[in-house]
């Protein structure tokens, strides 16, 4: 994975509450073996009208939401099934950071398990965040060497993130990579194990 340590990027907002898997990724298209390809199928069922032509009404697919990297929702995103593909979904379709009142536990960690920022933040930062996201062309920055968000308008907000997945995020360590930090200590037992 890249290190991830400042991302400056356009805000696109979802305000709907329990967002979950189910609907980040429809299941008949968890069939696929890949980690790639998945944006497409991003928010499927609200993306696509039957005749798999865009939805006009969906938030993604208003004009001034092109190109963003920052999706901010609300109440419980990520509930529902525990699937992997959501955070893959999100990350391939180009959102590197999602911003919520809070997440789902498991959607939580596999978002950073594949190198993609959930930022929890107060409800009224989230009003003002899906307000401000109405604009074509805001955006904010995301520090989280400093652990801040901030736009240029002055709004700043801090955010905490648990030690050791802010180590991971900003070394671009994955769980192979921390493993593989002990590789002598790893190599000195197999070699005890040997010749005993």
Not at 6 to 19: F, P, Q, S, W
Not at 21 to 40: A, N, S, W
Request: charged content about 30%; glycine content about 6%; some cysteine.
């Amino acid at each position: 994975m890249e290190p991830f340590i400042i991302h400056a990027g356009k805000v696109a907002g979802l305000n709907r509450v329990n967002v979950d898997t189910d609907q980040i990724i429809p299941k008949q298209f968890l069939k696929r073996i890949e980690r790639t390809g998945f944006g497409r199928f991003l928010f499927y069922d609200w993306r696509y009208l039957d005749d798999e032509t865009l939805n006009p009404e969906f938030e993604l697919n208003q004009p001034e939401n092109a190109g963003a990297s920052i999706l901010v929702a609300n109440e419980n995103f990520g509930c529902g099934s525990s699937r992997e593909h959501a955070p893959w979904a999100l990350q391939d379709y180009g959102f590197q950071i999602i911003i919520a009142p809070n997440f789902a536990d498991i959607f939580y960690n596999n978002c950073l398990k594949n190198g993609m920022l959930p930022i929890t933040l107060e409800k009224s930062d989230i009003e003002y965040l899906l307000e401000k996201s109405k604009s074509a062309d805001y955006s904010c920055t995301v520090n989280l060497k400093e652990q801040t968000i901030k736009d240029e308008e002055g709004f700043v907000r801090s955010y905490s993130i648990d030690h050791h997945w802010r180590e991971m995020l900003l070394n671009g360590w994955d769980e192979i990579d921390l493993t593989l930090a002990y590789e002598d200590k790893i190599d000195r037992y197999e070699k005890q194990t040997v010749r005993a």
